[in-house]
């Protein structure tokens, strides 16, 4: 494999590793409003990610570097003919990044809530673009014979593009509420297990609809044949579909694998979908930007990859030590941070 | 047309500028505070004495309080050069692109990761595994700051790359990261860190001292600010003017825009203050206090020593470049450069003074310089707002150093409407953050430290402070 398509497969690996860990915190934040009964449960739900979403976000800093590094082309349009929705996802992260620091800072109820609800609009309002803004890149965005966007904001939305952000949006909200069946207990547990339940059918079904969509767009939109889009979407429908089973049979840890899978699975689908483009253009199928045509030189290429041998591996592990140190549930005494 | 495309680009650098200036008010903080709290940490982990412990928990939460702000303006940087600059993005991205990845990669990870750990891990790891979390997350910070200034000197003085097809390529990343623009804007960069960090913290002390409260506790602070202050402010200040006479080798138009100097000279006077002559019709200053020589000696290390005059410059500029205005906006800065240096001499004054009052045992009594000690918290990041403007503004009109131009570098895509959408959403985000900053930091830096690890209303169930 060249290295330019390396790195096409090191960004989706980036964002699938986004989608995956910042999917369940930006989940539970969703569900901030509606689960917990009192302040104290509040505060246990924000537990649960509290020593993580950080270092989650840094998947998606991480994903922009790359691709400024390895695909400037791609970069510069993306991030410029995305504008608004990037200027909105910017306003959604910045509120939610305060509210884990400052909420716990002031005892007046009002001043938990404003920013209980910072966080839960935050969660949505990123999910939903994220969710819509991937989809774009495939369904293909007005790009000019430059590789500049051309459009309005409103040339985002259609049906295809909004569908994949409420699928990332419902995804997100049941990945965190099965994670929250294994980081919570007592009566905070039993309602994220009802709420895992009540969100499963729905995530399932609205993923569903959206891998079959994806290959069809694929197809349609972007000169795919069905094989090999289709592998990735059959395993997204099968462990989303698989997470409600086990869910239903009450096997959480393994429902929680399912939700992550189909998460990942949402995210190299469109990614396959793409290969060997990038950016699909909807005026001219030769606008579009590909791999080869956005990518930086074979130098820079080279670096990066020496770069991610060394230091990807350490940050799983570290990463993962790290959910080793805090995988006992929250809930009574334990976790609680002394700041 | 024409006027459509210079507001775009003004909007586009306004509000660069305003994230940037906002974002740096931060950064210093995390990069001088974050090895503060871990001294504080070492200490108590050394002594078992809990008043160390006591300083950990009351810094650090004024430390998160602030890290939370620079964590969430530093992805808007990140995505600003995308969105703003795409001209820019695609020339440079090869060469700039791999410090900001390798930053992600490498350092804020890191950072992230391990602050998250330190937060949350004060019952679930050992005590000494828990002390090299902060630690291993300082090193992180540094790092990260270290990466950025790399990306950030390419822009200052690129190196390590060649043109081809109208796009700068990476030639070695060797070159790239050994840029001794970067090397000295690194030190520059984390001696104004532990500078803003020491001066809060020896601020809060003051605060506390002049208002006559927990003066025991806040003393052995006191002492730890004032030894990083006194020599990290000091230097700084003669390592600035050291960085000045690489500036002066490798930007010659900015240290004479910075001097306000219109004819090149040798035995250059520095003009400490001046009224007048800023601009190319007006050159002589109607009032001026000088000091002979010291210009000379400032940039280039010689008080004989040529400096380029602006005029000499430009034609220089315009016989490479073609026609045009090479000149940055020669009284910006001139008072940016000033800014900064007296800023940060007024630093080192008040840390001078204050170490000799704490040696002579009247540092707590002395009221009225202990509320110079409370003002002066501020001067650090007066002096990194000044130190970023002279940086940024004095390297107009252009974006990358001789390479490329800032008025053709923004996104075609962009429209004056979003523009203005984003900077009006930006700056209200902005302030409304900054006065909830303030009065969080207010609340938190007059608490008594003995509620450190409680809420100030001591209304929420306390935590178990230790292991």
Known sequence: MDLQNLWFVLIAVLWSGYFLLEGFDFGVGMLLPYLPRDDEERSEMFQTIGPVWDGNEVWLVTAGGATFAAFPAWYATMFSGLYIALLAVLFFLIIRVISFEWRS???????????????????????????????????????????????????????????????????????????????????????????????????????????????????????????????????????????????????????????????????????TSLFPRVMVSSTSAVYSLTVSNSASQHYTLAVMTVVALIFVPLVLLYQGWTYHVFRARVGGRGGEPTH | MILASSTTVDLARAQFATTSIYHFLFVPLTLGLGPIVAIFQTQWHRTRNEAWLRLTHFFGTLFLINFAIGVATGLVQEFQFGMNWSVYSKFVGNVFGAPLAIEGLAAFFLESTFLGLWIFGWNRLSPRLHLATLWIAVVGSWLSAYFILVANSFMQDPVGYRIENGQAVLTSVWALLGSHWAYYAFIHTILAGLTAGAAVVFGVCCWHFARGRN??????????????????????????????????????????????????????AFSLFQVGGFTQQDQTPSFSIEIPGLLSYLSTGSFSGTVQGLTTLNDDYKANYGPGNYMPPVETIYW??????????????????????????????????????????????????????????????????????????????????????????????????????????????????????????????????GY
């Open chain 2, 215 to 268: 003066v025991e506790t806040f003393r052995p602070a006191a002492k730890v600010a004032l030894i990083v202050l006194v020599p990290v402010s000091c230097f700084n200040l003669w390592f600035g003017s050291h960085f000045g006479i690489l500036v002066t080798s490798l930007q010659p138009m900015k240290i004479s825009a910075s001097e306000a100097q219109w004819d090149t000279c040798s035995h250059c």
């Open chain 1, 105 to 271: 800072k002031s005892t007046s109820p009002r001043w938990r809530r404003v920013w209980l609800w910072a966080n839960a609009v935050g969660s949505f309002g990123a999910s939903l673009i994220w969710g819509v803004g991937l989809s774009n890149l495939l369904y293909g965005m007005p790009i000019n014979s430059n590789g500049d966007f051309s459009g309005t904001f409103w040339d985002l939305f259609n049906g295809y593009t909004v569908l994949g952000g409420l699928t990332v949006v419902a995804i997100f909200a049941f990945h965190g509420a099965t994670f929250l069946t294994l980081r919570t207990t007592g009566d905070l547990l039993e309602r994220a297990k009802t709420a895992s339940k009540q969100l499963s059918v729905l995530a399932a079904a609205l993923g569903a609809v959206f891998l079959v969509l994806t290959v069809v767009v694929a197809v349609n939109r972007n000169d795919k044949s069905v094989f090999p889009p289709v592998l990735p979407a059959a395993i997204g429908v099968a462990a989303l579909v698989l997470a409600v089973v086990l869910v239903y049979a009450r096997r959480w840890a393994w429902a929680f694998t399912m939700t992550g899978l189909g998460t990942i699975a949402v995210v190299v689908t469109i990614f």
């Open chain 2, 336 to 465: 940016s450069m000033r800014g900064m240096a007296y800023s940060g001499s007024f630093v080192a004054l008040v840390a001078l003074v204050g170490a000799f009052l704490y040696w002579k045992r009247r540092l707590e009594r002395l009221r009225w310089f202990l509320w110079v000690g409370v003002v002066a918290t501020a001067f650090p990041f007066i002096a990194c707002i000044f130190g970023w403007m002279l940086t940024e503004i004095g390297r107009q009109p252009w974006i990358v150093q001789g390479l490329l131009k800032t008025d053709t570098a923004n996104s075609p895509a962009v429209s004056t409407t979003w523009l203005v959408i984003s900077l009006a959403v930006f700056v209200t985000l902005y302030v409304v953050l900054l006065v909830l900053d303030v009065w969080l930091m207010r609340r938190y830096a007059g608490r008594d430290p003995k509620d450190a690890g409680e809420e100030p209303a001591g209304a929420a169930p306390a935590p178990a402070v």
